[in-house]
């Protein structure tokens, strides 16, 4: 299944604001059978930002700590094994996708799935992140197309 539109996690009180008024161009992608996640809040003790390609985490960052901003190029590990263990059951939107997660309380929650292309990159290192789009599409395009020569 490949998600059609995506938006950031965010507090919605008003659902008729938000989708009638706020985000009126879901409403071309969403049909009954979307999916929606639903959470209660709860506070976030820190978030990583993870570059994602063939079910590895390639590059990434931290990016809030304690309630704020907090770019740093360090990512644990337990974060990285937490995303590619969940990640080794075959999700994947996208050839090369962004995944945030989250530390609450000493766990580790998955918190929004992003495409590549409209997500910030907040400390994650940039060449390694465009060389992986780099390869991402030349295997896409070797993939699927054939090249003749006359």
Known sequence: MVATSFFTGQVVED????????YVYLGEFNTSES???VA???KIDAEYRLMVSNGKVVTGSQYHLNGKMHRNTHIPD???TFAEDALSGGFAPDDAFILDVCESQGNLFFLEVN???CAGLYAINPGIFVSTINETITKRLNHECIITTS
């Open 15 to 22: 659902f008729e604001l938000f989708f009638e008024k706020e």
């Open 35 to 37: 999916m929606c996640l």
């Open 40 to 42: 209660n809040a709860f």
């Open 78 to 80: 337990d974060v990285i």
């Open 115 to 117: 495409p590549i292309s």
